[in-house]
């Protein structure tokens, strides 16, 4: 095939898509894969979210478009796709190793070789124990403080009419943050540790919805993100490069204004 120019990036690291859940931003994914093109695209897991389609989440046809971008890439710029299997979509593990073509793999895992460095490349729910009690306190951040505090203020005044005394509930939830703060740093020296036990000079991971690139230990701890709630990719440059790049959030101003627009223009009709 001819190809007239070079692809965006060397690498494209993506995870944590949760398609078929509520929370997938799977028309935001297709927009970005529309607008990059790699040699290299690798699927980090929780791709698809299996447990909430068990529980009756629903697939749509922008999910299946997902999968359309990717073939699309493939086709057009012989792109090689790693999907690694992450704790969402475990159904996988039946299927490992699977190798479709030349272009198309399903792995556990995957050690990426790229100038003279390698990386261990692994969905990151291998030290899972756990991560359970981290999922509710990364929501919990998003319900945010004040509810907190207004659910202090009622809890509070149920228990002095039960004659019982003063119970600081932002007190508990200050300590769950300060160990989920932990619980983050530890998760990431724990894989610094695994990819220097394979002899890799980093590692790349998501899980954790948490984008980051970092040194820890002489080893570069990197870790992609989500498609949920920061909508971000690891891109390697063909210069070999690590960034992560940000999906621009539609811009809230100009939606209001348009449906403002909309509301006048009625008004005025």
């Not at 050690?111 to 291998?126: E, N």
């Amino acid at each position: 095939m001819g190809h007239h120019s070079q692809p965006t990036y060397k690498t494209i690291v993506i995870s944590d898509l949760h398609l078929g859940s509520k929370g997938a931003k799977a028309a935001e994914v297709n927009e970005f894969l529309r607008a990059h093109s790699c040699h290299q695209l690798i699927l980090n897991g929780d791709i698809i979210d299996g447990w909430q389609l068990k529980k009756g989440g629903s697939w749509k046809k922008k999910h299946t478009a997902f999968f359309r971008c990717v073939l699309k890439m493939m086709d057009k710029w012989d792109t090689e796709v790693i999907y690694l299997r992450g704790n969402h979509d475990d159904f996988l593990e039946q299927v490992l190793p699977l190798k479709i073509g030349k272009q198309f793999s399903i792995r556990q895992d995957y050690m990426l070789k790229s100038f003279g460095k390698k990386y261990f490349i692994t969905h990151g729910d291998i030290f899972d124990s756990i991560t359970s009690q981290m999922k509710w306190l990364a929501y919990l951040g998003d319900i945010g403080y004040t509810f907190l505090l207004w659910l202090n203020k009622w809890y509070n005044q149920y228990r002095a009419w039960q004659g019982k005394p003063y119970y600081s509930l932002s007190q508990v939830i200050k300590q769950k943050v300060k160990a989920a703060v932990n619980f983050i740093s530890d998760f990431e020296e724990k894989l610094a540790e695994l990819a220097k036990a394979k002899g890799a000079d980093g590692i790349i991971c998501g899980h954790i919805h948490k984008a980051e690139i970092k040194m820890i230990d002489g080893i570069a701890y990197m870790n992609s993100g989500d498609w949920v709630e920061s909508l971000t990719a690891l891109v390697e440059t063909h210069q070999g490069e690590w960034q992560i790049i940000e999906f621009p959030n539609y811009d809230l101003k100009a939606e209001l204004n348009e449906i403002l627009g909309e509301a006048i223009a009625v008004k005025a009709a």
